[in-house]
């Protein structure tokens, strides 16, 4: 979630260069230093690494002299890897279920929370609850509710003759992680969409107002289209948040039952820590990241397509 | 239709949605209180009979106690915390108000790095760390998240809104650039560094995924990992322990939240969208 944040942050930066600067020299190296040094060593040498690694064949066990160059291998390796292709595909479906059904229900929460509520400071504040507590104690209390035989959940659903076996059945373990996905991510769409919402403009309101132009007018006129800037932020920042997805699976299904929830992330990290290839690991992280950076450029570009055609 | 009825007539279904949305955390509530045996009762009892008040005590104070793990929470997220501001104001403030050789190209740099995930950092870092000797140590929590590029990102997005005059002002009064810096500007961003402190507390407080990879040894485990205590080799959850233990961990972020909720979210709008 974070990242994509500072690259929204960063583009209106650039914008907006400060003037009255004067030349400090070395100085402001200084001031960079502290941070500079911490990111080269946690951030810049890990990367190169990983691009090394990913050409390289090693796993854990040989040790740092067991590290042999091999090229392209495990891109051609990728390429043929049924595993690798079987995790994609699921985390196109998670990706693409659950990143709209947040955005289209936080939009719509959004919209409702704008409004004059009895108690609309709780209410805000209970959707935006899910977003902050720990993915272990969230995970641990799913895990319980959607127990197949007693959990809250199926308890309610009997009375509408639905039992669905959730995380026990390769079929519902994947919805079942899209639910609890949805629940964690409303709140905070919702939120971002309201302090949108609050910047629209108010005299574009009043003048359809007097033209007595209806709800559904105003709203497709005057606020989705000031809102189309945020909604591409949020698919921006699902898409890449959601193609990492990682806790929940990692500590409810571990990937299972069987394959049935092992995306790209969880893949990798199997390849990785469980494994020990080390190297392949790296270049199937290298690839899914490559990927995911296209995807989020095309979202980004057919918004700046549409805001030109306006 | 007057206003007073509609306001009702959203308001209703929205708290109905809201209670739904809040009853996990009930249930978890719930079930910290009650004996393993009533966790899974059907129908669901909500008010625990008995209130099994042992849960808690037993978490706390047990031979499973997550009072440790809490502890180096609190720890990891201290250091990160003050080390994230430390380093993030004064880059951020470089970048922002002063003027060097390359800035601008290593501004675009850290741009770049913005957008890699974490995890892809997880493989060389695991490896990284053994060579150095960080491995399953605190510091592998802390030293990564005390030099952040999101710092400082907000922190330049701060000074750069921030006019040049007041630099000039104090120059002329003979003030050093440090002077300028820990008098003049740090002051004025104590409203931004408490969202970027908050935002930088709850990040660290719920890191499930460095800890899960970069820790081994249980005795050095954080809250969260330590919240799987109670689930036994088979993975059988015991019910009644884990729900008082998350309700715990939940504790200090909530805390936070509730007291400084302006600010919060006005922190999580702000590295949103603006």
């Known amino acids: 979630m974070a990242t994509a944040t500072v690259v929204a942050a960063g583009t209106k930066a650039r914008t907006e260069q400060g003037s009255g600067i004067r030349p400090s020299g070395w100085i402001g190296f200084l001031f960079i230093a502290p941070n500079l040094l911490g990111v080269i060593a946690f951030t810049l040498i890990p990367l190169v690494s990983v691009v090394l690694l990913a050409f ?6 040989s040790g740092l002299g067991g590290i042999t160059f091999n090229g392209i291998d495990n891109f051609v390796a990728i390429a043929r890897d049924p595993g690798f292709w079987h995790a994609i595909g699921l985390t196109l479906v998670y990706v693409a279920v659950s990143v709209p059904l947040t955005v289209v229900l936080g939009l719509g929460l959004g919209i409702a929370l704008n409004r004059p509520l009895p108690g609309r400071a709780v209410l805000r504040a209970i959707f935006f609850l899910p977003y902050i507590v720990n993915v272990v104690a969230i995970g641990m209390t799913w895990l319980m509710l959607m127990n197949p035989k007693a ?13 669905p076996g959730w995380f026990a059945s390769s079929h519902w373990a994947l919805p079942a992680l899209i639910v609890m996905a949805v629940w964690g991510g409303v709140g905070y769409c919702s939120l971002i969409y309201l302090s949108a919402l609050q910047d629209a403009p108010r005299q574009l309101y009043e003048a359809a107002d007097i033209d007595g132009a209806s709800a559904w007018a105003k709203f497709r006129v005057i606020t989705w289209p000031s809102l189309l800037p945020t909604t591409v932020f949020l698919l921006v920042t699902l898409i890449i948040g959601a193609s990492q997805g990682f806790g929940l699976i990692a500590l409810i299904t571990a990937g299972g039952p069987g394959d049935a929830t092992t995306t790209i992330s969880y893949y990798m990290y199997q390849t990785g820590f469980q494994f020990y290839r080390f190297g392949y690991a790296s270049a199937i992280g290298l690839v899914t990241f490559v990927g995911v950076l296209v995807l989020t450029l095309v979202t980004w570009r057919a918004q700046r397509g549409r805001a030109l055609n306006d | ?17 809201a209670i739904a949305f809040l009853a996990p955390f009930a249930w978890m509530l719930s079930t910290s209180l009650k004996a393993d045996v009533d966790a899974y009762k059907i129908p669901m009892q909500w008010i625990p009979d008995p209130f ?30 003050a080390g994230e501001l430390l380093t993030a104001t004064m880059a951020g403030y470089a970048f922002a108000r002063m003027s060097f050789r390359g800035r ?8 770049a790095t913005a957008i890699i995930p974490a995890q892809l950092l997880l493989v060389p870092r695991f490896i990284y760390f053994q060579k150095i000797g960080l491995y399953d140590t605190l510091w592998a929590l802390i ?12 922190m330049r997005q701060f000074f750069v809104s921030q ?22 500007y ?7 560094m408490s969202a970027l402190g908050i935002l930088a507390f709850v990040w660290s407080w719920n890191d499930y995924e460095t800890p899960l990879v970069l820790i081994s040894n249980p005795d050095r485990y954080t809250l969260p990992l330590s919240l799987t205590n109670f689930v036994d080799e088979q993975g059988q959850i015991a019910p009644g322990l884990t729900m008082a233990a998350s309700v715990i961990s939940i504790v200090p972020v909530l805390i936070v939240f509730v007291v400084l909720q302006r600010r919060f979210i006005a922190a999580m709008t702000h590295t949103g969208i603006k």
Do not use: H
Request: hydrophobic fraction near 55%.
């Open chain 2, 163 to 184: 006019p040049a005059e007041f630099a000039e002002a104090a120059r002329m009064d003979g003030a050093n650039e440090w002077q300028v810096f820990t008098r003049i």
């Open chain 2, 104 to 111: 601008d190209k290593l501004f675009l740099l850290y741009l």
């Open chain 2, 186 to 192: 740090l002051p004025l961003a104590t409203p931004v």
């Open chain 2, 52 to 81: 099994q008040w042992d849960n808690f005590s037993t978490v706390l104070t047990g031979a499973t106690s997550v009072l440790p793990a809490f502890g180096r929470s609190v720890f990891v997220a201290l250091l990160r915390v």
């Open chain 2, 143 to 154: 030293l990564p998240g005390m030099f952040t590029v999101l710092g400082t990102f907000l």
């Open chain 2, 1 to 17: 239709m007057t206003d007073k009825y509609s306001k009702w007539l959203w308001g209703i279904p929205l708290w109905i949605l």
């Open chain 1, 56 to 61: 390289t064949d090693w796993n854990l066990v």
């Open chain 1, 151 to 163: 959990g809250l959940v199926n308890q309610v659903l009997d009375a509408f003759g639905i039992q």
